[in-house]
């Protein structure tokens, strides 16, 4: 019924049409959600859309006037920074021992990597906050940043170990034939080869942090409050503020949205220096 060149020329229409679903999908809440903190909320949900509605900044302004809003966008930058750190310095040396060292249980403990990322977050939301409370880590800078480890951990151990596979083994042999430590092999080879992998996943655990909600809305107050909960703060007793809400939305997906086309370079170097392995 259909010759070559035809089924060729369906199949490319296709993927065509799969790849511009992919886009617009994803974009699509994000364009309502902009067209709602640009107008009034009469304007925002008239049917049919008001295309020459005026655009306003108004929600924006009083978002930004929140002085709660900029200490949580604040709070945000530091347990992001704090949380990548913490994760980095952790998952880089533990990603090389996986690689390198033989022990007993090491195929369970790659398994138990990627349940412990599996868990919900809300799972650890009532013990933690009891011993956080006793401890003094509640609603503090540290304290968020540090349970977020339960989560970012794993997954940066097992993207950064994926990463470390791919180093030659020629390169480790010469490495300690040179009379290079554990320590030295892993500075000098290792990191500078997968440079573009540990950014990668330096980025992806920031825009997690970043995004979370649930831990931070158990284990924050005022002091520590991030930008997810500063968005939730926006809905009244009696009525949603959308305008407010959606200008919240957009404030707080920007520097992570800038963040990941200035790096994005990055990202797909990193994701494709080599496949992810058990």
Same mark, same amino acid.
């Given at each position: 019924?259909? +010759?070559?060149?035809?089924?060729?020329?369906?199949?490319?229409?296709?993927?065509?049409?799969?790849?511009?679903?992919?886009?617009?999908?994803?974009?699509?809440?994000?364009?309502?959600?902009?067209?709602?903190?640009?107008?009034?909320?009469?304007?925002?949900?008239?049917?049919?859309?008001?295309?020459?509605?005026?655009?306003?900044?108004?929600?924006?302004?009083?978002?930004?006037?929140?002085?709660?809003?900029?200490?949580?966008?604040?709070?945000?930058?530091?347990?992001?920074?704090?949380?990548?750190?913490?994760?980095?310095?952790?998952?880089?040396?533990?990603?090389? +021992?996986?690689?390198?060292?033989?022990?007993?249980?090491?195929?369970?403990?790659?398994?138990?990597?990627?349940?412990?990322?599996?868990?919900?977050?809300?799972?650890?939301?009532?013990?933690?906050?009891?011993?956080?409370?006793?401890?003094?880590? =509640?609603?503090?800078?540290?304290?968020?940043?540090?349970?977020?480890?339960?989560?970012?951990?794993?997954?940066?151990?097992?993207?950064?170990?994926?990463?470390?596979?791919?180093?030659?083994?020629?390169?480790?042999?010469?490495?300690?034939?040179? +009379?290079? /430590?554990?320590?030295? /092999?892993?500075?000098?080879? =290792?990191?500078?080869?997968?440079?573009?992998?540990?950014?990668?996943?330096?980025?992806?655990?920031?825009?997690?942090?970043?995004?979370?909600?649930?831990?931070?809305?158990?284990? /924050?107050? /005022?002091?520590?409050?991030?930008?997810?909960?500063?968005?939730?703060?926006?809905?009244?007793?009696?009525?949603?503020?959308?305008?407010?809400?959606?200008?919240?939305?957009?404030?707080?997906?920007?520097?992570?949205?800038?963040?990941?086309?200035?790096?994005?370079? =990055?990202?797909?170097?990193?994701?494709?220096?080599?496949?992810?392995?058990?």
């Amino acid at each position: 019924m259909f +010759g070559p060149r035809s089924r060729r020329g369906l199949r490319q229409l296709l993927l065509y049409a799969i790849a511009l679903a992919a886009i617009l999908v994803p974009a699509f809440p994000i364009v309502w959600v902009l067209n709602i903190s640009l107008h009034s909320q009469r304007e925002a949900f008239s049917l049919p859309p008001n295309l020459q509605a005026p655009i306003i900044f108004d929600h924006y302004r009083s978002v930004w006037a929140d002085e709660s809003f900029r200490e949580s966008f604040t709070n945000t930058v530091i347990v992001t920074a704090i949380g990548v750190a913490l994760a980095m310095a952790i998952a880089v040396p533990s990603a090389y +021992g996986l690689n390198r060292f033989r022990f007993r249980g090491k195929p369970l403990f790659g398994i138990w990597l990627l349940l412990a990322y599996m868990l919900p977050e809300f799972l650890f939301a009532i013990p933690i906050y009891i011993l956080y409370q006793k401890t003094g880590l =509640y609603d503090t800078h540290f304290g968020l940043a540090l349970i977020y480890q339960v989560h970012s951990l794993p997954f940066a151990i097992w993207l950064v170990r994926s990463f470390f596979k791919e180093v030659s083994a020629e390169l480790d042999d010469a490495a300690r034939i040179d +009379g290079c /430590t554990h320590l030295g /092999t892993l500075r000098y080879v =290792y990191i500078p080869v997968s440079t573009p992998g540990l950014a990668a996943t330096a980025i992806l655990t920031a825009i997690w942090i970043w995004n979370e909600l649930t831990i931070a809305l158990a284990l /924050t107050f /005022t002091k520590a409050q991030t930008i997810t909960v500063g968005v939730a703060s926006f809905r009244g007793y009696t009525a949603m503020k959308w305008g407010e809400t959606a200008a919240a939305s957009i404030i707080a997906i920007i520097p992570m949205l800038l963040f990941a086309l200035i790096a994005q370079r =990055y990202i797909v170097k990193g994701l494709t220096l080599g496949s992810v392995k058990g």
